[in-house]
T-cell receptor, first 112, second 113 residues
Framework: NAGVTQTPKFQVLKTGQSMTLQCAQD?????MSWYRQDPGMGLRLIHY???????DQGEVPNGYNVSRSTTEDFPLRLLSAAPSQTSVYFC???????????FGNGTRLTVT | GENVEQHPSTLSVQEGDSAVIKCTYS??????FPWYKQELGKRPQLIID?????GEKKDQRIAVTLNKTAKHFSLHITETQPEDSAVYFC????????????FGKGTKLSVIP
């Protein structure tokens, strides 16, 4: 199993550009989520999904969209990038409630 | 919503000493408490977790204790080694039976040889 795969690893955007961060898992996990990690702020939940066709907002959803058309994929879309979205983004999945999250390797995004 | 406070934010210990990191949470319905270790430039990885029906759990040099009454839980690392140097995050489930986790802000542990 590859686990949780994120692409790209690095990305530089200009203010106002849009892009999609990809996340795929091959463990048949129902739950998938996106976190952003900023220095001194820990991991903050952006959006999450408990199954195909179901998504919901986390703690910091503004400026981001998600969709879950299949169990495997959970892309994160930045609609109009802003410098405040410069961060490291982690996708994570888990099979059950109250079970460990499996993280991808992260995407480092810089918005200039 | 759930709020998780983690202390200290930085911790330096001599190799061989013990390290303790403490977290408090606000939602009395939370029932799952994992700890993650993140090495520089890497993804967070689970090192130990505990559920609310257990007061303590050990795995070799690592232990976690949970006090549900006081709403706090702690990570204990004994006989620290240089490879224990990393950032450690605690987390709490957002209520009972929830997939969502709320993370603390992290503790940077440095083990001095």
């Amino acid at each position: 199993n590859a686990g949780v795969t994120q692409t790209p690893k690095f990305q530089v955007l200009k203010t106002g550009q849009s892009m999609t961060l990809q996340c795929a898992q091959d463990m048949n996990h129902e739950y998938m989520s996106w976190y952003r990690q900023d220095p001194g702020m820990g991991l903050r939940l952006i959006h999450y999904s408990v199954g195909a066709g179901i998504t919901d907002q986390g703690e910091v959803p503004n400026g981001y969209n998600v969709s879950r058309s299949t169990t495997e994929d959970f892309p994160l879309r930045l609609l109009s990038a802003a410098p405040s979205q410069t961060s490291v983004y982690f996708c994570a999945s888990s099979p059950l409630a109250n079970s460990p999250l499996h993280f991808g390797n992260g995407t480092r995004l810089t918005v200039t | 919503g759930e709020n998780v406070e983690q202390h200290p934010s930085t911790l330096s210990v001599q190799e061989g000493d013990s390290a303790v990191i403490k977290c408090t949470y606000s939602d009395s319905a939370s029932n799952y408490f994992p700890w993650y270790k993140q090495e520089l430039g890497k993804r967070p990885q689970l090192i130990i977790d505990i559920r609310s029906n257990v007061g303590e759990k050990k795995d070799q040099r690592i232990a976690v204790t949970l006090n549900k009454t006081a709403k706090h839980f702690s990570l204990h690392i004994t006989e620290t080694q240089p490879e224990d140097s990393a950032v450690y995050f605690c987390a709490a489930s957002k209520g009972a039976g929830s997939y969502q986790l709320t993370f603390g802000k992290g503790t940077k542990l440095s083990v001095i040889p």
